[in-house]
């Protein structure tokens, strides 16, 4: 399947159908929730093949060189393909408002259009105008290391990442995990068990908590433990572009 046959509403339906409530509820509570079922096997397949193909990627990232890991990732590059504009543009609609109660209670003045094209002019003219959607592939000994996908000034507090390739078939190890580091406490961490197709929602990098003197921030990162074998193909949806 080439990436112009990946329905471009592959998505849609599957959000309309979620409990945006209780989603609510979970990233409020730990920072992350888990949408199950988000893509079927097969389009996860065709997502991942689109790895070697050139002209849909601005540049590469071997990890390794950075310092970030082991395992490379390809950012996509504009125009993206219909199912990844939609994809990531309904996504951001549903989270919008979830971002909006988040800065409130951060104290944070920034707020969020409805609208992700909106959001993106801002990005645009905040110089932020490289796309960050982007594909990652690990084999076995490889790993994501703690990180915040900051790319500038702009930053939409929630991001998504997709599980193209299925656990214990496909490949063995390669957790996703999250940390949070509290105010003058040791750092807490969840691994995120995901199946081929789920999507997982998390805090860029901070996330607001509860406490008894009003609410406060936390910091969170997250990264991925080693692969033990086999090939883990992962996307990344992030909402704001990069300078
Ligand atoms: O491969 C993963 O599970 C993590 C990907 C990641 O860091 C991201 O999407 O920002
Ligand atoms: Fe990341």
Redesign the pocket.
């Known amino acids: 399947m080439n990436a112009e046959a990946i329905p471009h509403d592959s998505v849609t339906d599957q959000l309309t159908g979620h409990d945006w409530s209780a989603l609510a509820g979970e990233l409020n509570g730990y920072g992350y929730a888990v949408l199950k079922e988000l893509l079927p096997p097969d389009i996860c397949r065709a997502i991942a093949s689109l790895y070697t193909e050139e002209r849909h990627f601005r540049s590469r990232v071997h990890m390794v060189r950075h310092g970030f890991g082991i395992g490379e990732y390809r950012y996509f590059r504009y125009p993206f393909p219909a199912f990844l504009e939609d994809m990531r543009s309904v996504l951001y609609a549903y989270l919008a408002p979830i971002a909006n109660e988040w800065n409130e209670r951060m104290g944070i003045e920034r707020r969020y259009p409805e609208d992700h094209g909106e959001f993106l002019k801002k990005c645009h003219t905040a110089g932020q105008k490289r796309p960050t959607p ?1 594909l ?1 592939k ?1 084999g076995a000994g490889d790993y ?1 290391c703690l ?1 915040q ?1 900051v790319y500038g000034d702009l930053v939409f507090p929630l ?1 998504a ?1 997709i ?1 193209l390739s299925q656990p214990g078939v496909d490949y063995e190890g390669g957790e ?1 995990v999250l940390t949070e580091q509290r105010p003058r406490m040791q750092s807490r961490v969840e691994v995120v068990s995901l199946r081929q197709g789920d999507a997982v929602v998390f805090a860029v990098q901070n996330r607001p908590v509860h406490g008894t003197r009003g609410d406060y921030r936390i910091n969170m990162r ?3 433990s080693r692969v033990r074998s086999g090939q ?1 193909y ?1 996307l ?3 909402f704001h572009d990069a300078t």
């Open positions: 982007l990652l690990y994501n990180h996908d991001q990442a599980l996703f997250h990264g991925v883990r992962m990344g949806l992030i």
